[in-house]
């Protein structure tokens, strides 16, 4: 009998748990025990254990088992302090962090942990969170706060003691004494108080880096709704006695569970413990009684047998003799036994159409699409025995009847092509390409002047590569291995000169040669790469780029002898080679203002200064709050990171002259202009060098919005990136699906991929992750997705001449992008922001859904005169622009174009001084602002219509 045909799954307490959340009981100090922080355990009380050390627990990297790292995490607490103390075994220990970039420390061997004092969850933190960090800073301890309720700055925290000593078996001890005023209103906590609580284990090794997490909420995405809690007890440690552990690491078939409970210290429990079953209305519907298994009481033993439950979540208490409830727990009966049926069934069905397949071939029936399936079908079958021994049941029965269900739809398709002369519907007959000679023609991708659509999967783990070996099967024409340069440096910069990191990327080429498949190599610059430098210390610029021309000229070229068909080039929205060389970039800074200014005396007038030259305008490594000012340090950090990104793409060309390289700003542009903008990147300036201009929709595919509500996150960006594109092809370079393991079907993900392309994409890349990562958003998770996607591939290559021409229509409306208006906000009510990122929300959303092709114009488009093409401009409080930019709406205006201004448009420059109001003139139009797409699309479309944009209703 499988040992997957588990009748419980029992929630483990002091671990991660399936289907409520964690808890840690916090044990009040004995009055009479004092702790000395000095990195030495042995006066701490025999308190409950937090364990680090479970695969389910492994957030990245690849975690080979507790001997690679695990971590014991005990807290307790007194009147003045929260203590808590890690014992860290690790087998290579890699600390210490320069104190400059103390926030760093997650990068190196440290721990990461945060509160949620209200334990009232959340999707984001608020000013109840509080996220530390352990480390060592210029090998020194340090306990880090990267982010506190208001008056609480970032940075080094004093008001902590931390101790940090070698583990005698290998690793690291952390000792911590934290002052209640670090967690404040947090003190001297009631019996049964909670909060919310996660702490994260950082492993940096040689090769790569590892996070193990008690929960999510830290290391994947900041999220205290996904914490766990911890709960304060006024009992001390040596008063617990029957606190109770409980393993189910032995399962006995389908009709019970290996039970084993002991106590936490050698305190005697009395008499046997009864283990109550009981459904989720509270009704018992099993009473167990386990017996001791030693003389001194302190460990049991016993089957539960749970073979007449129905499939079922229940509860489980434990009680004493006394009828004291000791420990509370969830657990599930799943219906294994149809998942037995299931999984038979499908593997009869993969051999009854395999045999299909083969019989169509010789009849010359093309069988892309059950081919498709039967892929899907190969790679998922292993997943699904997987899950169901991971206990995922869900997950396993609709990755299950997912695949039941495609494998009897293409049976029966095939079944009636072979009945019939005709063979292959004509709509279904998909072109036999060879897309490694794929090319560049304007805004299109051809092969024979003919236009292609091209999708597949990015990957760079080696441990997924073996999964898309037939990966064309599936229907995908293209593939990419990803992050080339992220994971490729050793702790003193240098980098690796061993074979396995690169074995992934050889192999994704050949997968791709031989199957005629478009290749592509992603490179992660200029500031992944600067990831791996830092550990070094700090570089100068100079330095910094020797480092990446030495990888890029190196490393690219080993992979393969064959060229690759496209290089791309992205860079991170969190950060920029902005404070590396202080002295370079202060010289850049006085240029900047010289050419800006003109004269000292005019930046004085803005600024409000009384600087003598430029050359004494502080050049300051945090964002003034001077407004001019605060424009012109951004826009120089924008100069700069675009000057990288030119740079990065000239030194890949030396490799290869033909090289076609495309490049993206790694940032979600079109859902949070003010965000994008205050990490300094402009979306134009960022992609003016390359040859395709690349998105990024990391996690834009919320199972919340579904496909026909993600208008304005997903088309309404593909539109503003396809305006910046103009005449080059767009591309989506990290195409996410975070299911955060919800349940999709095929056609979800096939009306994403129809909805991003008719939208402008020309090829994507979709994100590939392990099994056991915790990563949401992977192809592997999800047999619903990998088939939909597949699909999507193949009907994209039958539609590609008319999706093409979605391309080329013109806009019937568009939409000024202004770049240096998007941090400027005001109230309309107390619950509407009129910004300029929610009325442009409003305007494309409205527009949209009226059928009209909507499209963009910036500020730079502008400047080359774009806007005298266009019917009509929609300025969606567009606050602060270049004089220029104004004079030029306003002179197309004279000439007979319309103009709707919206809420508080075009009043400033960049640096705030004031505008020339626009005339009042029969073309311009003006809006106080929507407060939602409906009234947008109420109010404009009549307007629309009288002006001739849009025909009259007869």
Same mark, same amino acid.
């Given at each position: 009998?499988?040992?997957?045909?588990? #009748?419980?799954?029992?929630?483990?307490?002091?671990?991660?748990?399936?289907?409520?959340?964690?808890?840690?009981?916090?044990?009040?100090?004995?009055?009479?025990?004092?702790?000395?922080?000095?990195?030495?355990?042995?006066?701490?009380?025999?308190?409950?254990?937090?364990?680090?050390?479970?695969?389910?627990?492994?957030?990245?990297?690849?975690?080979?088992?507790?001997?690679?790292?695990? #971590?014991?995490?005990?807290?307790?607490?007194?009147?003045?302090?929260?203590?808590?103390?890690?014992?860290?075994?690790?087998?290579?220990?890699?600390?210490?962090?320069?104190?400059?970039?103390?926030?760093?420390?997650?990068?190196?061997?440290?721990?990461?942990?945060?509160?949620?004092?209200?334990?009232?969850?959340?999707?984001?933190?608020?000013?109840?969170?509080?996220?530390?960090?352990?480390?060592?800073?210029?090998?020194?301890? *340090? $306990?880090?706060?990267?982010?506190?309720?208001?008056?609480?700055?970032?940075?080094?925290?004093?008001? #902590?003691?931390?101790?940090?000593?070698?583990?005698?078996?290998?690793?690291?001890?952390?000792?911590?004494?934290?002052? /209640?005023?670090?967690?404040?209103?947090?003190?001297?906590?009631?019996?049964?108080?909670?909060?919310?609580?996660?702490?994260?284990?950082?492993?940096? &090794?040689?090769?790569?880096?590892?996070?193990?997490?008690?929960?999510?909420?830290?290391?994947?995405?900041?999220?205290?709704?996904?914490?766990?809690?911890?709960?304060?007890?006024?009992?001390?440690?040596?008063?617990?006695?029957?606190?109770?552990? =409980?393993?189910?690491?032995?399962? *006995?078939?389908?009709?019970?569970?290996?039970?084993?409970?002991?106590?936490?210290?050698?305190?005697?429990?009395?008499?046997?413990?009864?283990?109550?079953?009981?459904?989720?209305?509270?009704?018992?519907?099993?009473?167990?009684?386990?017996?001791?298994?030693?003389?001194?009481?302190?460990? %049991?033993?016993?089957?539960?047998?749970?073979?007449?439950?129905?499939?079922?979540?229940?509860?489980?208490?434990?009680?004493?003799?006394?009828?004291?409830?000791?420990?509370?727990?969830?657990?599930?009966?799943?219906? *294994?036994?149809?998942?037995?049926?299931?999984? !038979?069934? =499908?593997?009869?069905?993969?051999?009854?159409?395999?045999?299909?397949?083969?019989?169509?071939?010789?009849?010359?029936?093309?069988?892309?699409?059950?081919? #498709?399936?039967?892929?899907?079908?190969?790679?998922?079958?292993? %997943? @699904?025995?997987?899950?169901?021994?991971?206990?995922?049941?869900?997950?396993?029965?609709?990755?299950?009847?997912?695949?039941?269900?495609?494998?009897?739809?293409?049976?029966?398709?095939?079944?009636?092509?072979?009945?019939?002369?005709?063979?292959?519907?004509?709509?279904?007959?998909?072109?036999?390409?060879?897309?490694?000679?794929?090319?560049?023609?304007?805004?299109?991708?051809?092969?024979?002047?003919?236009?292609?659509?091209?999708?597949?999967?990015?990957?760079?783990?080696?441990?997924?590569?073996?999964?898309?070996?037939?990966?064309?099967?599936?229907?995908?024409?293209?593939?990419?291995?990803?992050?080339?340069?992220?994971?490729?440096?050793?702790?003193?910069?240098?980098?690796?000169?061993?074979?396995?990191?690169?074995?992934?990327?050889?192999?994704?080429?050949?997968?791709?040669?031989?199957?005629?498949?478009?290749?592509?190599?992603?490179?992660?610059?200029?500031?992944? $790469?600067?990831?791996?430098?830092?550990?070094?210390?700090?570089?100068?610029?100079?330095?910094?780029?020797?480092?990446?021309?030495?990888?890029?000229?190196?490393?690219?070229?080993?992979?393969?002898?064959?060229?690759?068909?496209?290089?791309?080039?992205?860079?991170?929205?969190?950060?920029?080679?902005?404070?590396?060389?202080?002295?370079?970039?202060?010289?850049?800074?006085?240029?900047?203002?010289?050419?800006?200014?003109?004269?000292?005396?005019?930046?004085?007038?803005? /600024?409000?200064?009384?600087?003598?030259?430029?050359?004494?305008?502080?050049?300051?490594?945090?964002?003034?709050?001077?407004?001019?000012?605060? %424009?012109?340090?951004?826009?120089?950090?924008?100069?700069?990171?675009?000057?990288?990104?030119?740079?990065?793409?000239?030194? @890949?060309?030396?490799?290869?002259?033909?090289?076609?390289?495309?490049?993206?700003? /790694?940032?979600?542009?079109?859902?949070?202009?003010? !965000?994008?903008?205050?990490?300094?990147?402009?979306?134009?300036?960022?992609?003016?060098?390359?040859?395709? $201009?690349?998105?990024?929709?990391?996690?834009?595919?919320?199972?919340?919005?579904?496909?026909?509500?993600?208008?304005?996150?997903?088309?309404? %960006?593909?539109?503003?990136?396809?305006?910046?594109?103009? &005449?080059?092809?767009?591309?989506?370079?990290?195409?996410?699906?975070?299911?955060?393991?919800?349940?999709?079907?095929?056609?979800?993900?096939?009306?994403?991929?129809?909805?991003?392309? +008719?939208?402008?994409?020309? /090829?994507?890349?979709?994100?590939?992750?392990?099994?056991?990562?915790?990563?949401?958003?992977?192809?592997?998770?999800?047999?619903?997705?990998?088939?939909?996607?597949?699909?999507?591939?193949?009907?994209?290559?039958? +539609?590609?001449?008319?999706?093409?021409?979605?391309?080329?229509?013109?806009?019937?409306?568009?939409?000024?992008?202004?770049?240096?208006?998007?941090?400027?906000?005001?109230?309309?009510?107390?619950?509407?922001?009129?910004?300029?990122?929610?009325?442009?929300?409003?305007?494309?959303?409205?527009?949209?859904?009226?059928?009209?092709?909507?499209?963009?114009?910036?500020?730079?488009?502008?400047?080359?005169?774009?806007?005298?093409?266009?019917?009509?401009?929609?300025?969606?409080?567009?606050?602060?622009?270049?004089?220029?930019?104004?004079?030029?709406?306003?002179?197309?205006?004279?000439?007979?174009?319309?103009?709707?201004?919206?809420?508080?448009?075009?009043?400033?420059?960049?640096?705030?001084?004031?505008?020339?109001?626009?005339?009042?003139?029969?073309? $311009?139009?003006?809006?106080?602002?929507?407060?939602?797409?409906?009234?947008?699309?109420?109010?404009?479309?009549?307007?629309?219509?009288?002006?001739?944009?849009?025909?009259?209703?007869?």
């Amino acid at each position: 009998m499988p040992i997957y045909r588990l #009748a419980i799954l029992l929630c483990l307490i002091l671990t991660q748990v399936a289907f409520a959340k964690p808890n840690y009981t916090c044990y009040q100090l004995d009055a009479q025990r004092k702790l000395t922080i000095d990195g030495d355990l042995s006066d701490w009380p025999n308190v409950p254990i937090l364990l680090l050390g479970k695969q389910g627990q492994v957030a990245s990297g690849t975690w080979s088992g507790p001997a690679d790292s695990h #971590a014991k995490v005990r807290m307790t607490w007194d009147k003045q302090f929260l203590y808590m103390s890690v014992e860290v075994i690790d087998n290579q220990v890699t600390q210490d962090t320069i104190r400059s970039r103390a926030w760093t420390m997650y990068q190196m061997d440290s721990l990461q942990w945060a509160v949620d004092l209200s334990n009232d969850g959340g999707r984001n933190f608020g000013e109840d969170n509080y996220e530390y960090g352990f480390g060592v800073v210029d090998k020194q301890p *340090v $306990v880090y706060r990267w982010h506190a309720a208001k008056g609480w700055p970032k940075g080094i925290a004093e008001h #902590a003691t931390l101790a940090v000593s070698p583990h005698p078996q290998g690793g690291v001890i952390y000792e911590a004494a934290i002052e /209640y005023s670090m967690l404040t209103p947090l003190r001297d906590p009631a019996e049964g108080h909670k909060i919310g609580f996660c702490i994260v284990l950082q492993d940096q &090794d040689a090769d790569q880096h590892k996070t193990l997490q008690w929960t999510s909420g830290i290391a994947d995405g900041k999220s205290p709704s996904k914490f766990g809690t911890v709960t304060f007890s006024r009992a001390t440690p040596s008063a617990q006695g029957g606190k109770l552990l =409980i393993s189910a690491n032995k399962l *006995v078939g389908a009709d019970g569970l290996n039970l084993s409970v002991m106590s936490t210290n050698t305190s005697k429990i009395d008499g046997p413990l009864f283990v109550h079953l009981k459904d989720m209305d509270g009704k018992t519907v099993s009473r167990n009684e386990i017996k001791p298994t030693d003389k001194q009481q302190t460990s %049991y033993q016993g089957v539960i047998d749970t073979q007449t439950l129905k499939p079922a979540e229940y509860n489980v208490a434990i009680e004493n003799a006394k009828r004291k409830t000791l420990i509370k727990h969830s657990f599930i009966r799943s219906n *294994v036994e149809q998942l037995d049926g299931l999984i !038979a069934k =499908i593997a009869n069905q993969s051999k009854q159409l395999d045999q299909l397949i083969k019989q169509a071939k010789t009849q010359g029936i093309q069988t892309r699409y059950p081919l #498709a399936t039967l892929t899907t079908a190969r790679v998922y079958e292993p %997943y @699904i025995v997987e899950d169901i021994k991971l206990m995922n049941f869900e997950v396993a029965l609709h990755n299950a009847h997912t695949i039941d269900n495609a494998l009897a739809g293409s049976i029966k398709q095939l079944q009636d092509w072979l009945a019939t002369d005709a063979g292959t519907p004509d709509f279904l007959r998909v072109p036999e390409l060879d897309y490694s000679k794929t090319t560049l023609k304007g805004k299109h991708l051809v092969i024979d002047d003919k236009p292609v659509m091209l999708v597949g999967p990015m990957s760079w783990l080696w441990q997924v590569n073996k999964d898309i070996q037939n990966i064309s099967d599936v229907g995908y024409n293209y593939v990419k291995f990803g992050w080339m340069g992220q994971h490729h440096f050793d702790k003193n910069g240098q980098l690796f000169t061993k074979d396995k990191p690169y074995w992934a990327a050889r192999h994704i080429f050949e997968v791709g040669k031989q199957n005629k498949m478009a290749v592509g190599i992603s490179m992660m610059c200029p500031d992944q $790469v600067w990831r791996g430098a830092s550990r070094r210390g700090e570089l100068t610029l100079g330095e910094f780029h020797k480092i990446y021309d030495q990888f890029a000229a190196r490393e690219i070229p080993r992979i393969s002898k064959d060229k690759a068909w496209d290089y791309t080039v992205e860079v991170e929205k969190q950060r920029s080679p902005v404070t590396y060389d202080p002295k370079y970039h202060k010289q850049l800074w006085m240029d900047y203002l010289a050419s800006q200014y003109g004269s000292v005396e005019k930046l004085n007038s803005l /600024y409000k200064t009384s600087h003598a030259s430029f050359d004494v305008v502080p050049f300051e490594e945090s964002q003034p709050e001077n407004p001019a000012k605060c %424009y012109d340090w951004v826009r120089l950090r924008q100069i700069m990171i675009a000057n990288e990104l030119t740079r990065a793409a000239q030194e @890949i060309r030396k490799i290869d002259d033909n090289a076609i390289v495309h490049g993206y700003p /790694y940032v979600w542009t079109f859902r949070e202009p003010a !965000a994008y903008y205050g990490t300094a990147l402009d979306p134009e300036l960022d992609v003016a060098s390359y040859d395709l $201009v690349g998105c990024d929709t990391s996690g834009a595919y919320y199972s919340d919005r579904y496909a026909i509500s993600t208008i304005n996150w997903l088309a309404g %960006y593909y539109d503003l990136m396809r305006s910046i594109a103009g &005449d080059r092809p767009l591309s989506d370079g990290e195409f996410h699906f975070a299911n955060r393991r919800k349940i999709y079907p095929p056609n979800w993900s096939r009306a994403i991929y129809f909805q991003s392309y +008719v939208h402008g994409l020309s /090829y994507s890349s979709s994100w590939v992750w392990t099994r056991n990562g915790r990563v949401d958003c992977a192809l592997l998770l999800d047999a619903g997705v990998l088939l939909g996607s597949g699909q999507a591939s193949l009907d994209l290559q039958r +539609v590609a001449t008319p999706i093409a021409a979605f391309h080329d229509r013109p806009d019937d409306v568009v939409i000024l992008y202004s770049n240096a208006s998007s941090p400027h906000t005001r109230r309309l009510d107390s619950s509407v922001v009129l910004s300029q990122t929610v009325q442009t929300d409003n305007v494309y959303e409205g527009m949209y859904f009226e059928g009209m092709q909507v499209g963009y114009l910036t500020e730079q488009k502008i400047a080359q005169g774009l806007l005298k093409t266009k019917k009509m401009l929609i300025v969606p409080n567009c606050s602060h622009v270049e004089r220029s930019t104004r004079d030029a709406i306003e002179d197309f205006a004279r000439a007979g174009g319309k103009v709707v201004l919206v809420g508080d448009s075009l009043l400033y420059s960049p640096q705030g001084e004031p505008l020339a109001p626009i005339a009042n003139l029969p073309t $311009v139009g003006r809006l106080d602002g929507f407060i939602d797409s409906d009234q947008a699309r109420a109010i404009l479309v009549p307007m629309l219509k009288e002006s001739g944009v849009l025909p009259s209703e007869s």
